[in-house]
């Protein structure tokens, strides 16, 4: 029930909300300070044979509707801005054993995933969004834009700026 409301306009509470689906005015009405910008990702890559190239993004669907979900419960007098996901990752799966037998993979640079997620947290933080969170649904490191906990404090601290 959760996930079909994330995916719609309609706000759970008045402060969960998708924002692809919400007008300039309405996204510049939030509270800068009380408002978490949700950043999604998960690669679209092949699973073998038989599960979908999808697999990662109905994974990531579901985590973003729980952390949302989790976000707003803790904080119910912030808003929740669920941003469009980011579909993209360095490696894919078929990488292990260097061995490219099942198409599907759709995969960028390490250094251009990285400048996608620099620039996206740039442009947030330049309209003063103060809080982004980010994650991927990828389980390889390598596919993710922070490989290490410095890196992540790193994209968390300019993010923020």
């Given amino acids: 029930m959760v996930l079909a409301l994330v995916g719609s306009a309609t706000p759970i509470g008045a402060q969960i ?6 007008n300039t005015q ?17 690669m ?22 729980a ?34 037998r099942f198409p599907g993979t759709y995969a960028v640079r390490p250094s251009t995933l990285r400048a996608i997620y620099m620039d996206l947290a740039t442009e947030l933080g330049e309209q003063s969004v103060r809080w982004i969170m980010g994650w991927s649904t990828c389980t390889d490191l390598r596919c993710t ?9 790193a994209f968390t601290t300019r993010s923020v700026a």
Avoid: K
Avoid at 48 to 63: I, Q, T
Avoid at 90 to 95: C, D, E, F, I, V
Avoid at 145 to 153: F, G, L, M
């Fill in 145 to 153: 834009p922070a490989r290490s906990t410095r890196q992540a404090i």
């Fill in 26 to 42: 309405q996204i510049q009405a939030y509270d800068r300070a009380r408002t978490v910008v949700l950043l999604p990702s998960g």
């Fill in 67 to 100: 952390i949302a979900s989790g976000v707003y419960a803790r904080n119910p007098d912030w808003t929740v801005l669920v941003s469009p996901p980011v579909s993209v990752g360095a490696r894919g799966s078929n990488l292990i054993g260097g061995q490219f």
């Fill in 17 to 22: 909300r998708n924002v692809a689906e919400m």
């Fill in 44 to 65: 679209l890559e092949e699973h073998g044979p038989y599960p979908p190239a999808f697999a990662d993004g109905v994974l990531r669907e579901r985590l973003t509707a």
